[in-house]
């Protein structure tokens, strides 16, 4: 009964290199006729991860845009490391030291919402805030929860919201209500990082340059708090597929407030429209659901944000 319902595949994060390539097999799999067909209409993606280079050497003019690192200090890494921050030269020791004194402003800000509580300080793990081991926070247990004693000594982290998923999850009574076969799941996460397959795809923009030769919708937004997948440079790989501004940046609003920022392009029968939420971090939903959810509602109704 849904078969016939336009299709759009949407994620975050990650998400933004599965996206387009889970895309590009339906459409491949309507031209090789297959059963049923699947009335692919576009996609949707925010903070997604698209050329991890340029997405990671976007951290720092996006910490400089927002005021997080000195002009002395975005210049000196800007010259000696040539703007390859992610990919630079091991041996150029001007730029080490450039990215060394950023780190050190950066060092207790939250990678994925720079204006809320870093609390990777209140665990074992400490992960470079460059963010170059290509890691996100994934502490799901319960171990760190707060006592009534403590809780006004540390700050409200937001992980604390995740930790009755992973309670619920690895309740064995759930998992059997799921059907999930005994001994298969040892210990659910929230985000597993130790799936068993090679990250090989380093960059998808190809899969968004074929799509904009289609006739295709296709909605990018990002949060713009989120330091893991800058804005910035979902900006630059944007504009690397040489579209045609349809319509100029400009602020969109929910309840007479600004919501965020807005700019659409257009390249024949194939249109994407880009935007930020204001506010949000990394996965925007979490941070805006009702401006998320505005955007989402216009958007598919083919209505100006």
């Known amino acids: 009964m849904f078969i016939k319902n336009p299709l759009y595949i949407a994620g975050e994060s990650y998400g933004g290199k599965?996206?387009?390539m889970v895309a590009m097999e339906v459409l491949r799999g309507n031209e090789a006729g297959?059963?049923?067909?699947?009335?692919?209409?576009?996609?949707i993606f925010g903070n997604g991860e698209t050329v991890i280079i340029d997405d990671y050497n976007s951290r720092i003019p996006y910490l400089h845009r927002m005021a997080l690192i000195s002009d002395e200090y975005f210049e000196s890494a800007k010259t000696s490391c040539g703007e390859k921050y992610y990919d630079h030269d091991p041996n150029n020791l001007q730029c080490l030291h450039a990215l060394e004194q950023i780190n050190k402003c950066i060092e207790n800000i939250n990678l994925v919402h720079i204006?809320?509580?870093?609390?990777e300080k209140?665990?074992?793990?400490?992960?470079?805030?460059l963010g170059w081991d290509r890691s996100f926070s994934e502490d799901d247990s319960i171990d760190h929860i707060l006592l009534p004693s403590s809780r006004q000594d540390q700050p409200w982290c937001r992980e604390h919201n995740y930790i009755p998923c992973g309670v619920w999850a690895n309740d064995p009574s759930v998992q059997e209500a799921l059907h999930i076969r005994t001994g298969t799941v040892t210990g659910w996460k929230r985000c597993n990082l130790n799936i068993s397959y090679v990250q090989d795809v380093e960059n998808v923009l190809p899969y968004h340059e074929f799509f904009s030769k289609r006739g295709y919708e296709v909605l990018i937004f990002s949060g713009d708090h989120d330091m893991a997948c800058p804005y910035v440079g979902t900006l630059?790989?944007?504009r690397m597929l040489n579209l045609t501004v349809k319509e100029n940046w400009r602020p969109w609003n929910v309840d007479g407030q600004v919501a965020g920022y807005t700019e659409k392009y257009k390249k024949n029968d194939f249109n994407l429209t880009f935007a930020t939420v204001k506010g949000a971090g990394h996965t925007c939903a979490e941070y805006k659901p009702k401006e998320c959810?505005?955007?989402?509602q216009r958007w598919m109704s083919r209505r100006p944000l």
């Open 34 to 43: 297959l059963q049923p067909p699947m009335s692919l209409q576009g996609y």
């Open 122 to 129: 209140f665990k074992a793990r400490k992960p470079d805030k």
């Open 236 to 238: 630059k790989w944007i």
């Open 293 to 296: 959810l505005a955007m989402l």
């Open 115 to 119: 204006l809320e509580p870093n609390c």
């Open 18 to 20: 599965l996206i387009p």
